[in-house]
């Protein structure tokens, strides 16, 4: 049976965990992700990982938040004057936004806390700070 190489284009079931058991992510009940291997489409420990399967082989891959969203920044929270939102956004705890940086790229906040006067912004992601546990199987080498 052949095994996934470098350049091959592949089909994984996964379903991501954090280290208490938490699923944050799963491909399971949906269609199979699809990407070829070497492209960087997915976290490259990952992929590195789908290398030797061969379909119907599962496997358990740790990603280090250092190869995932990184580490959590605290210089990435800031306060932002209430005043500042829209009329049309009431700022509530959890709410994510997507805001445009001074060099036009988008970036998706999440309010951590809401003050009388200011609103605490979030730009890390989601899962930034976190390591990643993925259980892995191949379904098939496209």
């Not at 996964?14 to 997915?42: A, M, R, W």
Request: aromatic residues 6%; negative net charge.
């Amino acid at each position: 049976m052949a095994k996934a190489k470098n350049g091959d284009t592949v089909k994984i079931h996964y379903t991501g965990k954090l280290k208490d058991g938490t699923v944050f992510d799963s491909s399971i009940g949906h269609d199979p992700l699809e990407f070829q291997i070497g492209q960087n489409q997915i976290f490259p420990k990952l992929e590195e990982a789908v290398i030797g399967m061969e379909p119907s082989d599962t496997k358990t891959v740790i990603v280090s938040s250092e190869d995932a969203y990184g580490p959590y920044r605290e210089e990435m929270v800031v306060d932002v004057p209430k005043n500042s939102f829209p009329a049309d956004i009431t700022p509530e705890v959890g709410l994510e936004l997507e805001l445009v940086q001074s060099n036009n790229q988008p970036i998706i906040v999440t309010i951590l806390k809401v003050a009388d006067d200011t609103v605490t912004l979030d730009a890390n992601h989601p899962l930034a700070g976190k390591d990643l546990t993925f259980d892995v199987e191949l379904v098939e080498i496209v």
